[in-house]
């Protein structure tokens, strides 16, 4: 016989006493259907949970996980490092995603991908379940940003039920405690060149209370996005500058090739062929000489002694 493929759900889990049950029940339906070939684990994460979720979910047949510190990033982490799945399944315990739909994603891993997202948006919303302001507002917001500044075509950037696979889990190294969890998911998989699928689900409306905080978390996601794309956060700015005040502008372009040699060393995202190109092209030296000579023009003086330690600074962190 042959050794079945382990898959782990992992539900992150606040005060859901309404539907965490259902959630669970929902999972298994749906990992029924695939049991000839895979074993199963279900792993909720409860984030200090206030009401009856805990030992509801065990009774539903879960493994509880107790994480302490709050947040969904910092559930999924914990879920993520109590899991033994080649295939990684995550949602909400809310009982706004079906579960019972778990074998299309797995589907789509089996045929290559190594991450998939169940897209609400080509899929079938019902009614009251989103908020007119996260359809039309928030998420297509959250969603634009992130196909501009990534160049991607997502339909639904802020969707919870998604799979990937344990290997992916580990390249990706995800970090965030609150909601852009789901935001470096998607981007760092994009900097790996990772293959992205989505599939279109259903959303049901949610029973219980919601745990987002609309703008703080919108605003969690906004500042990820931006701090992982130094192109648009200071090269493109910076070479607009160029044009109006080079003083501003020299300074958002060094900021720029500073943030990508940072992402690409400290932050082990691979670089794109303009950055790769620039950081090679750009050593200390180059810098440097470019700083003494314009140090002898007057109306570029401060740009010279600046572009002089500058390369110092740049320096250091290449050799990092
Ligand atoms: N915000 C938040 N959510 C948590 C935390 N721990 C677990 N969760 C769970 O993470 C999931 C996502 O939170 P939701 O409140 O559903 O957030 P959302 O789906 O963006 O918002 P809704 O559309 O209102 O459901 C739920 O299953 C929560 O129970 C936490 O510490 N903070
Ligand atoms: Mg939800």
Redesign the pocket.
């Known amino acids: 016989m042959t050794k079945k493929t382990l898959v782990s759900v992992i539900?992150?889990?606040?005060?859901?006493k309404k539907t965490i049950e259902r959630c669970i029940t929902w999972a298994k339906q749906g990992l029924r259907k695939l049991a000839q070939r895979y074993k199963s684990e279900i792993i909720v994460v409860d984030?200090g949970s206030t009401d009856r979720s805990r030992s509801l979910a065990r009774r539903a047949g879960a493994k509880v996980v107790v994480e302490k510190r709050?947040?969904?990033g910092?559930?999924y982490k914990a879920g993520l490092a109590a899991s033994h799945g080649t295939y990684i399944i995550i949602g909400?315990?809310?009982g706004?995603y079906d579960f019972r739909q778990i074998p299309r994603f797995i589907r789509e891993l089996e045929k290559g991908a190594d991450l998939v997202l169940g897209s609400r948006l080509t899929g079938t919303v019902s009614p009251g379940a989103?908020p007119f302001t996260?359809r039309y507002l928030g998420n297509p917001i959250l969603t634009s940003l992130l196909n501009i500044f990534y160049a991607r075509r997502l339909s639904d950037s802020q969707t919870?039920f998604r799979a990937f696979t344990k290997r992916v889990s580990k390249i990706l190294n995800l970090q965030s405690n609150g909601?852009e969890f789901a935001s470096e998911m998607i981007v760092k998989a994009i900097y790996h060149q990772l293959n992205i699928s989505e599939v279109p689900i259903r959303y049901f409306r949610?029973s219980g209370n919601?745990?987002?905080l609309p703008l703080s978390d919108a605003w969690r996601h906004i500042k990820f996005l931006i701090l992982y794309t130094p192109t648009y956060a200071f090269i493109i700015p910076g070479l607009v500058f160029l044009v109006i005040d080079p003083y501003i502008g020299i300074q958002l372009v060094m900021l720029g090739v500073f943030a990508k040699v940072y992402t690409n060393k400290q932050l082990n995202l691979p670089s794109g062929p303009l950055a790769r190109f620039l950081i090679s092209h750009l050593t200390v030296e180059r810098l440097f000489i470019a700083g003494v000579i314009l140090l002898l023009v007057p109306e570029f003086r401060l740009i010279g002694v600046q572009l002089i330690f500058t390369s110092f600074f740049y320096g250091l962190l290449k050799e990092s």
């Not at 539900?11 to 859901?16: D, G, M, S, T, V």
């Open positions: 539900l992150p889990c606040l005060n859901e984030n709050r947040g969904y910092s559930a909400d315990s809310d706004t989103m996260h919870g909601m949610r919601s745990k987002l």
